[in-house]
């Protein structure tokens, strides 16, 4: 039989755990970010045809994570800060999108900001945002974008 203080030490432990669980981000993955039956146009490694206009600047985006604390994998493309800091950049879900092959559609692009910037140690690697999305958009000279992330914390994929 247990002691009372054994029962508040168990009880202390079952209720850490739930409020450690209750705080951590929803893993998010790009196909979760775009809407059931919307037909998304094939990969531009597929369909590149020299052009770097984005394909589908006003596509659909789903609400389940509006306003939630989220970690989603992805690729740095840079908009604001320096070497050492990147205070605002796109998230998107390959390698080169922007940059060197046309934009995805804006479903398949996360506007991140950092209020004091967050060093990112290679922009080649595959990172995990964390931070609370937004469906708000963000228009940029490089593309439109269906989501805002207001980042928390980057960590190696």
Known sequence: MLSISSWFTVFLMVLT????????????????LVPEGFNELAPPAVQHNGEMSQMQPDAPVVNT?????VKIPGF??????????????????????????????????????????VRIDNIYDAIWVTGELSTEGWKGDIASVGYRLKGEAVEGF
């Open 76 to 117: 740095v493309v840079p908009l604001e800060g320096s070497a050492e800091s990147i205070t605002e950049f796109l998230l998107v879900p390959y390698f080169g999108a922007c940059i060197h092959v046309p934009p995805p559609p804006s479903n398949q692009i996360v506007y991140v900001k950092f209020e004091k910037g």
């Open 17 to 32: 755990f739930n409020v450690e669980a209750a705080d951590a981000p929803v893993e998010v993955y790009w196909e979760d």
């Open 65 to 69: 994570f509006d306003g939630k604390r």
